[in-house]
């Protein structure tokens, strides 16, 4: 059983420490793989290994999400001279425009995953060809997220709480991909089904 089946089964039968416990052994596992995610160059050599492979990227500022160039995804490239450049310099994040090659349901904390085990039950989820695990905000409350990819479709574009605790990454807009950064905690891919 996927994990993210496994929490929305546990949020439907109200086991809500069973929840919080599940959600901390995800955690867990994102903190266990930080050395070698934290290794120099490993964000360097992973925006190669994107690029290299046909999916456009462009670097996100250290540890955050924002764009560090002028025109955010607008300046997303598969040009590997462009990437070693870009990561030459610094330890940015890597972000991956939205709606070109695939559409991303970005699904966050206990309502989310209610969600969508309810969206899996009605038939309404879309052919998911890859998962990556978000590392949550500990802040906030809430232990890791999902990104589940899909195969773009025609106008599909950003859209925030299409269900509670998820939101749409279309046509517009960027995601943040493995294995980035953000206080600390890694992105980190639980499954890519294909690059297709």
Do not use: C
């Not at 890859?130 to 906030?140: A, C, E, I, L, S």
């Not at 574009?157 to 509670?164: Q, V």
């Not at 950064?181 to 499954?191: F, K, P």
Request: without cysteine; aromatic residues 8%; negative net charge.
């Amino acid at each position: 059983m996927e994990v993210e089946d496994q929490l929305t089964a546990l949020l439907e039968a109200g086991n809500y420490e069973e929840f919080e416990r599940v959600s901390a052994e995800a955690d867990a596992r994102l903190a266990a793989r930080r050395e070698k995610l934290t290794a120099p160059g490993a964000l360097a050599s992973t925006a190669m290994w994107y690029a290299s492979n046909g999916i456009p990227i462009f670097p996100l500022m250290p540890g955050a999400k924002t764009p560090a160039t002028t025109n955010g995804f607008h300046n997303a490239t598969t040009d590997t001279v462009k990437v070693e450049l870009w990561w030459s310099h610094r330890r940015y994040n890597i972000g991956m425009p939205t709606g070109l090659r695939w559409n991303v349901l970005d699904v966050d904390g206990p309502a989310g995953f209610h969600s969508l085990g309810l969206l899996r039950e009605n038939g309404a989820l879309p052919p998911i060809v890859g998962r990556v695990w978000t590392p949550g905000d500990r802040r906030k409350g809430r232990g890791p997220g999902l990104h589940l990819y899909t195969p773009a479709t025609e106008g599909v574009i950003n859209a925030a709480g299409i269900a509670p605790g998820i939101d749409v990454r279309g046509l517009g807009g960027y995601v943040v991909v493995p294995p980035s950064v953000i206080d600390g905690r890694h992105y980190e891919w639980g499954e890519m089904v294909s690059l297709d």
